[in-house]
């Protein structure tokens, strides 16, 4: 129980589901199955988990990766939910994974004399007031406009009448996921990717396993459990339908977007959270990039890669441009990506309750539905969750799990991950303290032990003892970025990446940081997976193309041209 997910032992791994029985089968590698198979193993149960396509390959790399107790939630009097999270938050920054989680400022625009600051001032006291006693970020603060204009001259002056300064934290959500797989792994949870489960196995009324689909080979097994928890986001009623179980809730997907530019676009040294017409936009500093979004638009199509529309990038650029001296126009946009928000709504007889109180859940905009989870329980052995936010999975990942085991026979004990620090997160002042000496020790440039650190935490040394051994994987693996070749040959051997997709979508960001979504790398990539994976020439052409399709479906939003147009807003900037 190591916590490496080699992609080399997943023959093995399946295996081991195959045998059984296991306590507990996890259906949907997101941040919500992944923390579920943790929160179950770290209990001491025997644990599966299968994914359809790869860790973290729905929302969870494609969120706003922030890890926060939702500004805007408060002003929708959700009270629980931002306590919960801005709890949550702190907890990762501080204990669970400080290696991943990390706070970030932003600031808020005023621009609306004497009414603006008392409102946004007495929120943030509020926002800042939930957290426990000890804080791991720093209170709010305000700024004058010239004390703004310092902060972010990138903003118009005009109108412009100062600014808060708060925190919250952020995280690349997909690297965040796969360690939390690796951490369920760690605790002998077996994780398998490219699995479908495609219906439930039963005994009468109770389930108790489900049958699945190898992606990779096309064969078919059975994996027997005593308890079935479905975390598969959006797809949840798919797997609900599959087998016929009525739930006690729909899903509604909400699609969300980002634009990537890079810093230079954007002259500030703060994250930015502006109003707009329908809820807020987030400037966010991601690296050499700015992360800017997102959208919160019903969608009913593909789940599985939502389009982007030149619509949707035309309405960030547009509410973007409304406080930026510089208007943005496409040609700043190196990456666009989409991602579907998993939103509960009532389910069918429920929702007609809400028509009689005039309150039309069908009609509800998706801005303003829960981001709560609910937990479901529609048959003997089976469980399910959904909603809920990627800051809270360690409560919803407790909470699915207690309902799944309450029956269990036997006693079994109670969450313990608010007590376990994912993997990378053991010994990281000392690791971090010791940077240099690892540079020296493994004779690689300072910046580049810095980075692994950023990136690894701890396990850092993994990556630097694989150079060790190879010094040609110490080389960068694409001109103008950080990442290393030995980062593709780990996430091989220890991350569980199996196709090019795996490892420059979500194990490198190379797809929505770069402006060819990664395509220049993706030769390298598939010469290093293809020594490690024993892939022939026909498997690496296929790999290749395979990668550079993808990679063009995603750039295809950006193809529109003629002007940004303007954006008509009600929201109070600038007034
Ligand atoms: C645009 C956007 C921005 C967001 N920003 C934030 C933010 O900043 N902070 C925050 O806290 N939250 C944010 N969220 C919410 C957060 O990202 C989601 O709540 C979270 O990622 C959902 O995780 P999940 O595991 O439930 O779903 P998913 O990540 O979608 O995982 C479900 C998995 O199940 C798998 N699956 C489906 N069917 C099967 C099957 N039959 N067999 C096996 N596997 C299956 C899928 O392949 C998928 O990987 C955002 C969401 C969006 C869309």
């Known amino acids: ?84 999270a801005l709890r949550e938050r702190d907890l990762l920054v501080s204990r669970l994974a400080p290696h991943l989680v990390r706070p970030v400022p932003f600031l808020y625009p005023l621009y609306r004399k004497v009414v603006e600051r008392p409102y946004v001032g007495a929120g943030l006291v509020i926002y800042d007031a939930m957290e426990g006693v000890k804080r791991p970020v720093p209170h709010h603060r305000h700024l004058t406009t010239r004390g703004a204009l310092r902060r972010a001259p990138a903003l118009r002056p005009d109108r412009l009448a100062g600014a808060m300064v708060y925190y919250d934290a952020q995280v690349d959500d997909a690297r965040y996921t796969v360690t939390v797989a690796r951490t369920a792994a760690r ?188 937990v479901d329980a529609p048959l003997p052995g089976l469980v399910s969750i959904a909603g ?24 079994v004990p109670a969450s313990v991950t608010a007590l376990l620090p994912l993997l990378g997160a053991d010994g990281l002042p000392a690791v971090r303290a010791s940077a240099r000496r690892l540079a020296d020790d493994y004779r690689v440039p300072a910046p580049v032990a810095g980075h692994l650190i950023g990136r690894y935490g701890s396990l850092a040394t993994e990556v630097l003892e694989l150079i060790r051994a190879d010094r040609a994987l110490g080389q960068p693996l694409l001109g103008g970025f950080a990442y290393l070749r030995a980062e593709v040959a780990y996430a091989v051997s220890h991350e569980g990446a199996l196709h090019v997709e795996d490892v420059l979508a979500r194990r490198v960001r190379l797809l929505i940081e770069s402006p060819d979504a990664g395509v220049s790398a993706a030769p390298e990539v598939v010469a290093i997976m293809a020594g490690l994976l024993g892939w022939n020439r026909r498997r690496r052409a296929a790999e290749l193309r395979r990668y550079q399709d993808f990679a063009a479906a995603n750039a295809a939003a950006l193809t529109a041209t003629g002007p940004v147009p303007e954006v008509e807003s009600a929201a109070p900037i600038p007034a």
Request: charged share 25%.
């Open 388 to 411: 809920g936010k990627f800051t809270t999975y360690r409560l919803m990942a407790r909470d699915v799990v207690d309902t799944a085991t309450a029956d269990l026979p036997g006693q």
């Open 187 to 374: 605790y002998g949870a077996t994780v398998v990717t490219r699995a479908t489960a495609t219906s439930l196995l039963r005994d009468g009324s109770r389930v108790t396993g489900a049958s699945v689909l190898d992606e990779e080979s096309g064969r078919v097994f059975d994996v027997r459990a005593a308890r079935v928890i479905v975390c598969a986001g959006v797809w949840s009623d798919l797997v609900h339908e599959a087998s016929g179980v009525r739930a006690g809730y729909q899903v509604r997907m909400s699609k969300g977007v980002h634009l990537v530019m890079p810093r230079s676009a954007i002259d500030a040294d703060t994250g930015m959270i502006v109003r707009t017409s329908k809820s807020v936009l987030f400037f966010i500093p991601w690296d050499t990039r700015w992360i800017v979004g997102t959208t919160d638009t019903d969608w009913s199509g593909d789940r599985a890669e939502p389009a982007v529309t030149p619509e949707d990038v035309d309405y960030i650029l547009g509410e973007a441009n409304r406080v930026l001296a510089r208007p943005l126009t496409r040609g700043d946009v190196l990456a666009v990506y989409a991602g579907l928000r998993p939103l509960v709504a009532e389910p069918a007889g429920e929702s007609r309750a809400g028509d009689r109180a005039g309150d039309k859940d069908g009609e509800k905009p998706t801005t303003k539905l829960s981001r709560e989870h609910v």
């Open 1 to 84: 129980m190591t916590g490496v997910l080699d992609a080399r032992d997943r023959d093995e791994a399946i295996r081991a589901l195959a045998a059984g029985p296991l306590d507990v089968l996890v259906i949907g590698g997101g941040i919500t199955g992944a923390g579920a198979a943790l929160d179950a193993a770290s209990r001491g149960l025997r644990v599966g988990l299968v994914e359809s396509r790869d860790l973290a390959a729905g929302t969870s790399s494609r969120s706003s990766k922030l890890i926060h107790g939702g500004l805007r939630y408060l002003e929708q009097g959700d009270f629980k939910l931002v306590r919960e």
